[in-house]
């Protein structure tokens, strides 16, 4: 064993004792204002896992109230993913996956927290998993909220929620805001915890929703909706895209009429695909992504129902004015998809240009300005780290940058942006900072993601870093560690940035020169996809 990894075991060994040793048979039980609930207790934590916070009683339909139940009911295994399509995963990213079974009953959450009945009150921190609206899950191993309650004394909570056509079709043969049925569980969930987390010892006045990738989208979308007004009181974006905009009422049409006629129904047919199996409704969606140059409008929907407007396309959404934010990106967010073609380690320079061109959906000139201006920020870059770096910045930062600027100018709470820059040593150092880099030192399981994280000695520090700013902005609004220097609210002149790396530190518009050539180039959007991997 190296030094390295022997210091990383101690310090794992360290958290555990000072925890203290699971109590065998010491099962706890917390009465909801449904009904009892029996969790598990290790290491000081109680879990309870496949808690239900709606039904799904109908495809198609808002949620419903669960049914009270009498006696003891089970939380102690994960409740199911939501239908959808299966994808594989790099090796190395294998801790994303969940290996819960699947199925259309799955509006449950899991729960984590060091406190029971004790008077304390927590900060409670709220997960919205990633997927882009259509894949996912809460109970991915690597999101397990055991080592951050422990070491950051709050309460955590993942969300299951309905994804792809399932929570978000949009047909005249539904009832008003079922496109945007996904989004209403999640507000649900919230009303769960408003109503039941004081029995967990947590804080129903002391609420923070976040999440990654898709997640990040799934929070902006929460601040936008009018019906979760006062059920949380601080944001975290982690690495959104396609976090500006909803699906306009025409792409959401479209997707839904396409899937239609796979079945042969007419518009306003849309109640009779609840006799479909859900395998079909899965397979038919790839067929309309797919005849739809991969625009996948299974999402929310500005329906002039459950949303008035878009979360961050001229202004923060005024429904969350009152709410800090705590946003920002990975350094090379789509190695995690470059990856997954070893090609794409050494693509040439015209490969590059043509990525470029077409992913940014620009013209040649102002290709060859972008370009021209990151190989003079990047001396030394190869196409492939340019390819990177483009893709990254218009697919990722500068929405987040976009987002952070609108809620500063509301005037109304603070933003804080950041850039994670801690690089990984796997595949020989090729992914650098991907995507969901930072998730297994958000939750504390750096031991699940070795693979992916290594063993260098920085690892604990980073870790214990991630947790306490996460934790001390749910705690108090303000994104703090004791070695992290002071960090300035974002503000549209300097544009402070805390960079999080092995150390971490305050840049003011760090990369502003890519910034600049972005400028003007409008965000990606779902509904416009292109692609970066291939030629």
Not at 89 to 113: G, I, K, M, N, W
Not at 345 to 369: C, G, N, Y
Not at 398 to 415: E, N, R, V, Y
Request: one cysteine or more; charged letters at 15%.
């Amino acid at each position: 064993m190296t030094e390295a990894s022997r210091r990383m075991v101690l310090g794992s060994c360290a958290a555990l004792v000072a925890a203290g040793p699971a109590v065998a048979g010491a099962a706890p039980v917390v009465e909801t204002t449904l009904g009892k609930l029996r969790g598990t207790t290790l290491h000081g934590v109680h879990s309870f896992k496949g808690v239900p916070y709606a039904a799904a009683t109908q495809r198609f339909a808002a949620p419903s109230a669960v049914t009270p139940w009498a006696g003891l009911r089970e939380a102690t295994t994960h409740g199911p993913t939501a239908p959808q399509l299966r994808g594989g995963a790099l090796p190395v990213f294998r801790y994303l996956d969940s290996q819960a079974p699947r199925s259309e009953d799955c509006l449950t959450l899991c729960l984590y927290t060091a406190g029971l009945r004790d008077g304390a009150k927590r900060p409670v921190l709220v997960w919205l998993h990633g997927g882009a609206w259509s894949t996912g899950a809460g109970t991915s191993p690597i999101l397990d909220g055991s080592a951050l309650a422990r070491e950051q004394d709050v309460v955590v909570v993942a969300v299951n929620h309905r994804l792809n056509v399932f929570g978000f079709l949009q047909d005249s043969g539904l009832e008003p805001g079922a496109g945007n049925n996904g989004v209403a569980d999640m507000v649900a969930a919230l009303r769960w915890v408003r109503d039941n987390i004081a029995a967990f010892g947590g804080d129903p006045g002391n609420v923070t929703i976040f999440g990654q990738s898709g997640g990040a989208a799934k929070v902006s979308a929460v601040m936008t909706a009018p019906s979760a007004k006062g059920l949380f009181h601080r944001a975290i974006m982690e690495s959104g895209s396609g976090a500006l905009k909803l699906a306009s009422p025409e792409d959401a049409g479209r997707a839904a009429h396409g899937l239609l006629a796979e079945f042969g129904l007419q518009p306003g047919q849309a109640a009779r695909l609840r006799e479909q199996p859900a395998d079909k409704l899965l397979a038919a969606m790839a067929k309309v992504v797919a005849a739809q140059g991969g625009a996948n409008n299974f999402r929310p929907v500005l329906d002039g129902v459950f949303f008035s407007e878009h979360p961050f396309e001229t202004r923060a959404p005024a429904t969350a004015a009152a709410i800090p934010l705590l946003i920002g990106s990975a350094e090379t967010e789509i190695t995690f998809y470059l990856a997954n073609d070893p090609a794409n380690r050494s693509i040439s320079a015209e490969q590059a240009r043509a990525r470029v061109q077409r992913f940014l959906r620009i013209d040649a000139a102002t290709t060859d300005r972008v370009l021209a201006t990151y190989r003079a920020a990047m001396p030394g870059a190869t196409p492939s780290d340019l390819l990177a770096m483009v893709g990254t910045d218009q697919n990722y930062r500068m929405g987040m940058i976009q987002a952070a600027a609108l809620k500063t100018a509301s005037g109304c709470a603070p933003a804080w942006l950041y850039m994670f820059t801690w690089r990984s040593p796997a595949m020989g150092g090729f992914l650098r900072t991907p995507h969901t880099a930072e998730l297994p030192f958000v939750f504390g399981n750096t031991d699940i993601a070795t693979d992916f994280i290594g063993h260098g000695p920085e690892l604990p520090a980073v870790r214990s870093r991630m947790m306490a700013l996460w934790a001390n902005f749910a705690r108090t609004g303000r994104p703090q560690a004791p070695d992290v220097p002071n960090w300035p609210v974002y503000d549209g002149e300097t544009r402070p940035t805390m960079l999080l790396g092995n150390q971490a530190s305050v840049a003011n518009d760090p990369a502003g020169a890519q910034r600049q050539a972005l400028a003007g180039i409008p965000r990606f959007e779902y509904a416009h996809p292109t692609t970066f991997t291939r030629d």
